[in-house]
């Protein structure tokens, strides 16, 4: 906070900037939430991205459940805490501290055929060069 006092002349300026991030703001914006129904929703390709790699991290986390159950409640806990924005933009950030549920996942394709597992490295190579992508260019701010 004194940071933010020296350089900017506003000790809350952290707060402030918050003002202009999307936050749920009713139950009803949270359930909009799941087909994009909230007013700064505005469905893209990209947008849509991010709500499949949510469903996948529903999907990893249903898994690990059935392995661990406090490790799958930590990782549902953590998908739904997505919802409370009221947006999934940030799913690939938030997404991923949930590395455990990868663990399940590699265990669930290694018993796949041999084009299942190279399509999956595939498109995780993708998902990983589009996040760096956006990290390099500066679409993200870290």
Do not use: E
């Not at 929703?41 to 690990?64: C, D, K």
């Amino acid at each position: 906070m004194l940071f933010n006092q020296v350089t900017l002349g506003d000790a809350l300026a952290h707060m402030h900037a918050q003002q202009n991030w999307a936050h749920a703001d009713s139950l009803m914006s949270i359930v909009r939430t799941l087909w994009m129904g909230n007013p700064w929703n505005q469905p893209s390709v990209t947008l849509a991205q991010r709500y499949v790699f949510v469903a996948f991290l529903l999907f990893a986390s249903w898994g690990i459940m059935r392995v661990n159950r406090p490790l799958g409640i930590y990782s549902f806990a953590s998908a739904g805490l997505m919802l409370l924005q009221a947006d999934f933009g940030n799913a690939f950030r938030f997404g991923a501290v949930l590395f455990p549920a990868l663990f399940w996942f590699g265990d669930w394709v290694s018993q796949k055929p041999r084009w299942a597992r190279w399509l999956v490295a595939l498109l995780a190579v993708v998902v990983n060069f589009k996040v760096t992508y956006a990290y390099a260019v500066g679409r993200w701010a870290y």
